[in-house]
């Protein structure tokens, strides 16, 4: 099983921006479709961006809710094995813990830890 770790959350204002790491060690995340989800207290866990992979049967497009579109930038470093998600233009609303997983959709059962993102002044 793929096994991912995120990284990059903390507070942030309002307006202010993060940029989250989703790594792997013995996977090369490339040959895998990436998302990124989140889960805000209270609420159901929910899909905001996805890459799709590099492979041969893929061309690596880019995917986002709504919610998030022209704010968030899902990408890939393939020299480091790391897709981020650059996320600007925070909101109070997009207070969260992000998960990324080999999956573009749910459901899935191997989240990790996940890493928390508040926005708050």
């Known amino acids: 099983q793929v096994q991912l770790v995120e990284s990059g959350g903390g507070l942030v204002q309002p307006g202010g921006s993060l940029r989250l790491s989703c790594a792997s060690s013995?996977?090369?995340?490339?040959?895998?479709?990436i998302g990124w989800f989140r889960q805000a207290p209270g609420k159901e866990r929910e899909g905001i961006s996805c890459?799709?992979?590099?492979?041969?049967?893929?061309?690596?497009?880019?995917h986002y809710a709504d919610s998030v579109k022209g704010r968030f930038t899902i990408s890939r470093d393939i020299t480091k094995n790391i897709v981020f998600l650059q996320m600007n233009g925070l909101k109070p609303e997009d207070t969260a813990v992000y998960y990324c997983?080999?999956?573009?959709?749910?459901?899935?059962?191997?989240w990790g830890q996940g890493t928390q993102v508040t926005v708050s002044s």
């Open positions: 013995g996977f090369t995340l490339d040959y895998y479709d």
């Open positions: 890459i799709n992979s590099n492979d041969p049967r893929s061309d690596g497009s880019t």
């Open positions: 997983a080999p999956t573009c959709i749910l459901p899935y059962d191997y």
